[in-house]
Antibody, heavy 118, light 110 residues
Framework: QVQLVQSGAEVKNPGASVKVSCTTS????????TSWVRQAPGQGLEWVGW????????NYAQKFRGRVTMTIDTSTSTVYMDLRTLRPDDTAVYYC???????????WGQGTLVTVSS | QSVLTQPPSVSAAPGQEVTITCSGS????????VSWYQQFPGTAPKPLIY???KRPSGIPDRFSGSKSGTSATLGITGLQTGDEADYYC???????????FGGGTKLTVL
């Protein structure tokens, strides 16, 4: 079965960086892209960006360009999201999700809570 | 401020029917598929509808999706207390070159 398993919760100081991993299984990794979606406490869903499992091409939401980098490791079917210069308002649960197409995320990871606080 | 607009909350009695609307524009809903997600507190969103009106396996036919112009609708019939959750619409915005979501709708089954 399709699974996306994310790394554990992180607590970071403002200005630091965080790297979250998403290890996938149950499907051909190179046939699908992966999106990262975040959800601040009590708030809605916000798309961070996308990476191709085929060639590592990326598309980041305008808001995060310059601060986020997404990478893949095809040998382990793992996707990574690196977010830099963290601010308190980056505190959120970050989800990875498989993209069925540009409009649909069809399988989701369990989420990783990133807390930014001094 | 979300690109897609949903009502913050809807409510109905058990056994009744409810619809949740999602309003957008020609750059998103008007020219792209729509998806819908159900989210319970503390859990990841779960896809309910994809490609505007298709249900993943395991999703009961009480859930349906449709679209007209720049608005989409999620319908839920035979409401159950277990349907109480937050519901989000999502699509692609061709002008932003970004995936976008609605602000979410909290469903209360009275």
């Amino acid at each position: 079965q399709v699974q996306l398993v994310q790394s554990g919760a992180e607590v970071k100081n403002p200005g630091a960086s965080v790297k979250v991993s998403c290890t996938t299984s149950g499907y051909t990794f190179t046939s699908y892209g992966t999106s990262w979606v975040r959800q601040a406490p009590g708030q809605g869903l916000e798309w961070v960006g996308w990476i191709s499992g085929y060639n590592g091409n990326t598309n980041y939401a305008q808001k995060f360009r310059g601060r986020v980098t997404m990478t893949i490791d095809t040998s382990t079917s793992t996707v990574y999201m690196d977010l830099r210069t963290l601010r308190p308002d980056d505190t959120a649960v970050y989800y990875c999700a498989r993209d069925r197409n540009s409009a649909t995320r069809d399988y989701w990871g369990q989420g990783t809570l990133v807390t930014v606080s001094s | 401020q979300s690109v897609l607009t949903q009502p913050p909350s809807v409510s109905a009695a058990p056994g009744q029917e409810v619809t949740i609307t999602c309003s957008g524009s020609n750059s998103n809903i008007g020219n792209n598929y729509v998806s819908w997600y159900q989210q319970f507190p503390g859990t990841a969103p779960k896809p309910l509808i994809y490609d505007t009106n298709k249900r993943p396996s395991g999703i009961p036919d009480r859930f349906s999706g449709s679209k007209s112009g720049t608005s989409a609708t999620l319908g839920i019939t035979g409401l159950q207390t277990g349907d109480e959750a937050d519901y989000y619409c999502g699509t692609w915005d061709s002008s932003l070159s970004a995936a976008v979501f609605g602000g979410g709708t909290k469903l209360t089954v009275l």
